[in-house]
């Protein structure tokens, strides 16, 4: 363990540390929140594949339960707008349903419709996983933006590095059991059965991984803010200029001044 996450007993806090890693979770808190869309983002993901399977399992009617799945993120994606709110994870999702639809129509069999997100589920893990082992783990890819930090963590925060690197394996290792239970299933077991045990398991993997990568990230050091670090920059060089025109001001006064003392010297022996 090195001194970047080593922890501190409970005699070496103080008030200030106690504040600051207060600070730290709540800004973690907000960041994840942002970029994983939330509760609301939760029900957007969920609410399309529900309304599939439970259609298809009274009906078994797989044009019906198409319209109606990709009908209902379009609608998402619809109050999103009407509310000037941000659309990414309502957009992703109708993306994600789009495929399912056209994938099951082309092969015509209903349990196609969850193949396209399988695979996607299957390549994100294994993004997660080769990136950390490249050391450039996608979490900190995904959230440097988000804390305002970039890539800074890369070179410049070792400790919050490591944070990244942790919560990457675990996002790719619990996305890796979620296709291990559901490839299975995909071969073996009816669609509606499919349906629901895939429906069950998009809240609580989700729900874990972020909690995770919460744990991580607020005992990892602060983030690197680089935009308040551009702007300090520039804001340093502004006031160099303004420093450097105020001596050149002050140059040209003393000059002028000069000027004058020499001329009224040359009147006098005039």
């Not at 009908?71 to 399912?100: E, I, W």
Request: glycine content about 6%; overall charge neutral.
């Amino acid at each position: 363990m090195t001194s970047d996450d080593k922890p501190t007993h409970d005699g070496d806090r103080t008030p200030d540390t106690d504040q600051q890693d207060a600070t730290n979770r709540a800004v973690t808190e907000a960041a994840l929140f942002e970029a994983f869309g939330g509760v609301r983002g939760m029900v957007e993901t969920v609410l399309p594949g529900l309304l599939f399977v439970t259609i298809f399992t009274l009906n078994k009617n797989l044009h019906v339960s198409a319209v109606a799945a990709l009908a209902v993120s379009l609608l998402l994606v619809v109050v999103r707008l009407v509310r000037k709110d941000t659309v990414k994870h309502a957009f992703s999702g109708v993306f994600g349903v789009a495929f399912g639809v056209v994938f099951a129509m082309i092969t015509g069999k209903a349990k196609d419709f969850y193949l396209p997100g399988m695979l996607y589920t299957l390549g994100l893990a294994l993004s997660y996983l080769i990136t950390t082992l490249a050391g450039v783990p996608l979490i900190g890819l995904i959230l440097g933006p988000v804390f305002k930090e970039n890539l800074s963590w890369r070179t410049r925060n070792p400790g919050r590095k490591r944070a990244y690197a942790k919560a990457s394996y675990a996002w790719g290792l619990i996305l890796l059991a979620k296709c291990a239970i559901l490839f299975p299933l995909y071969w073996w077991a009816d669609t509606a059965q499919l349906g629901w045990v895939l429906v069950g398991l998009k809240i609580p993997p989700f729900l874990l991984a972020v909690y995770l990568t919460w744990v991580f990230l607020a005992k990892a050091p602060a983030p690197i803010d680089v935009f308040a670090e551009m702007e300090a920059a520039e804001q340093a060089e502004k006031d160099r200029e303004a420093e450097r025109a105020a001596e050149r001001a002050r140059e040209a006064e003393a000059e002028k001044a000069r000027s004058a003392e020499t001329a009224a010297a040359r009147n006098y022996d005039a």
